[in-house]
T-cell receptor, first 114, second 112 residues
Framework: DAMVIQNPRYQVTQFGKPVTLSCSQT?????MYWYQQKSSQAPKLLFH???????NEADTPDNFQSRRPNTSFCFLDIRSPGLGDAAMYLC?????????????FGQGTRLTVV | DQQVKQNSPSLSVQEGRISILNCDYT??????FLWYKKYPAEGPTFLIS?????DKNEDGRFTVFLNKSAKHLSLHIVPSQPGDSAVYFC???????????FGGGTRLMVKP
């Protein structure tokens, strides 16, 4: 059974048109992450939530925003997508903040910008 | 500045033989290392991990070795199977939290 679910799997949006990607989890994990992965590159962390505390990576563009209305859901909003924002967007969760532990990933949303 | 590097973008191995995937890191604050496996059109799935207090961890056909002095880890798959064909990501985390820093991935192809 899927534990981290991302919708949609594929998203096509127009240049400059706001788009929202969604993620839900059934694991009741405290921490949720959004990663951006471009072809043949490492997944790059955009931001993460520890419960409701939002943490933005220093180099995440202002064009990217996130919302976490409750434990189960987290959204990635791209206010004005550019061609360079086309990528796979991965949502992940983990139970703990400090120390170590594995992260559980969703299947990803592949975003195409036309 | 890439803190986690996988210098081989691809690796081809015959079924039944050993696959060795390598990963190097530069940040001495990393104390936990993980390998993830990714099939096309799917998210990464956790495979195996190792804490910096160990130098080896084994789980079935998968063994991860850590050489802290060299800041190097490797994943051994023995015997390799065609179903192991995927992209393998090395990841590391440190005391700052669970945030994972990923390497660029190695595409493993296991030929029947």
């Amino acid at each position: 059974d899927a534990m981290v679910i991302q919708n949609p799997r594929y998203q096509v949006t127009q240049f400059g048109k706001p788009v929202t990607l969604s993620c839900s989890q059934t694991l009741n994990h405290n921490v949720m992450y959004w990663y951006q992965q471009k072809s043949s590159q490492a997944p790059k962390l955009l931001f993460h939530y520890y419960d409701k505390d939002f943490n933005n990576e220093a180099d995440t563009p202002d064009n990217f925003q996130s919302r976490r209305p409750n434990t189960s859901f987290c959204f990635l909003d791209i206010r004005s997508p550019g061609l360079g924002d086309a990528a796979m967007y991965l949502c992940a969760t983990s139970r703990r903040w400090t120390g170590s532990g594995e992260a559980f990933f969703g299947q990803g949303t592949r975003l195409t910008v036309v | 500045d890439q803190q986690v590097k996988q210098n081989s973008p691809s690796l081809s191995v015959q079924e039944g033989r050993i696959s060795i995937l390598n990963c190097d890191y530069t940040n001495s604050m990393f104390d936990y290392f993980l390998w993830y496996k990714k099939y096309p059109a799917e998210g990464p799935t956790f495979l195996i991990s190792i804490s910096s207090i160990k130098d080896k961890n084994e789980d079935g056909r998968f063994t991860v070795f850590l050489n802290k002095s060299a800041k190097h880890l490797s994943l051994h798959i023995v015997p390799s199977q065609p179903g192991d064909s995927a992209v393998y990501f090395c990841a590391a985390s440190g005391n700052a939290g669970n945030m994972l820093t990923f390497g660029g991935g190695t595409r493993l192809m296991v030929k029947p």
